[in-house]
């Protein structure tokens, strides 16, 4: 059972950063593909970014690549997500979650943290 605890959220102005990071309990992290999504008001959760568990391969949404960045400690249990340029749309509460697939998939996920939210003001 992997336990997910993410921080760093908070309440930003439209073009400046965050880095949000996840803690995780299990000592195996590092078998694991990590992944960030974020869901907004009255919208469906959404894939952001994902991580494979070396860190050698990552993958990101259209709409953050580029501002957003996603890297891994695995001796320290911990993924991260720079956010640069942050924009109002961005305004979301973040996730992290492992799967054994590297996947943009909703559902390829089975451990979730609580989320931390962010929120960009204009």
């Known amino acids: 059972q992997v336990q997910l605890v993410e921080s760093g959220g908070g309440l930003v102005q439209a073009g400046d950063s965050l880095r949000l990071s996840c803690a995780a309990s299990e000592r195996t992290f590092s078998s694991y593909n990590m992944g960030w999504f974020r869901q907004a008001p009255g919208k469906e959760r959404e894939f952001v970014s994902v991580i494979s568990r070396s860190g050698g391969s990552t993958y990101y949404a259209v709409s953050v690549k580029g501002r957003f960045t996603i890297s891994r400690d695995n001796a320290k249990n911990t993924v991260y997500l720079q956010m640069n340029s942050l924009k109002p749309d961005d305004t979301a509460v973040y996730y992290c979650?492992?799967?054994?697939?590297?996947?943009?998939?909703?559902?390829?996920?089975?451990?979730w943290g609580q989320g931390t939210q962010v929120t960009v003001s204009s």
């Open positions: 979650a492992a799967a054994a697939d590297f996947s943009e998939l909703r559902k390829k996920y089975g451990y």
